[in-house]
């Protein structure tokens, strides 16, 4: 085994992938949440926040596919290019700027639960699965009765694999 591979400290997490697979460049499902599942997020100026900062992003080469922001959790499907920042990174300058917002609005600090939850894409259908998932969230908490009525979802950029 690869002695650069395993983590120097064991309370670190594993590699990521560009240093196992450095040509692999992969496209992420994440999610993150407001600190106690507080419902601070759905509001019309959080979700223009929101589209703001992924419009901007694509100066950098990172395409923010479809979202859903949901009262206490936002999901979303994002492709980083393999020269750009790495994908935690880039969720904490989402969360930073997406904190500010929430400041303005009067909601203090703490916004945000640490971390947050990525899973890679493999496939179209995986992109199509998960979306279904996601997609259909605001309806399974009993927000709306159809997905389509929920006004803080989206779609950024088109990805397509």
């Keep these: 085994m690869n002695e650069n591979l395993i983590p120097k400290d064991p309370r670190h997490r594993p590699p990521r992938l560009s240093v196992l697979w450095p040509d692999v460049h992969p496209f992420y499902f994440v999610t993150f949440n407001t600190h ?35 009262p206490d959790h936002v999901h979303l499907f994002v492709f980083l290019p393999p020269e750009g920042l790495p994908l935690a990174r880039w969720v ?15 909601i203090d600090k703490p916004h945000w639960q640490e971390g947050f939850f990525d899973h890679v894409l493999r496939s179209s259908e995986s992109y199509a699965q998960k979306w279904e998932y996601v997609r259909q969230n605001p309806v399974r908490a009993g ?12 779609e950024v950029e088109s990805i397509r694999f």
Excluded at 38 to 65: I, K, P
Excluded at 94 to 100: R, T
């Design 143 to 154: 927000l709306v009765a159809t997905s389509e009525e929920w006004p803080y979802q989206g």
């Design 92 to 106: 904490q300058s989402l969360k930073s700027c997406l904190g500010k917002v929430l400041l303005r609005c009067g």
């Design 36 to 70: 106690h599942r507080a419902a601070t997020l759905a509001r019309n100026d959080f979700h223009d926040a929101f589209r703001r900062f992924c419009e901007q992003a694509r100066t950098s080469g990172v395409a923010v596919g479809r979202y859903v922001i949901m």
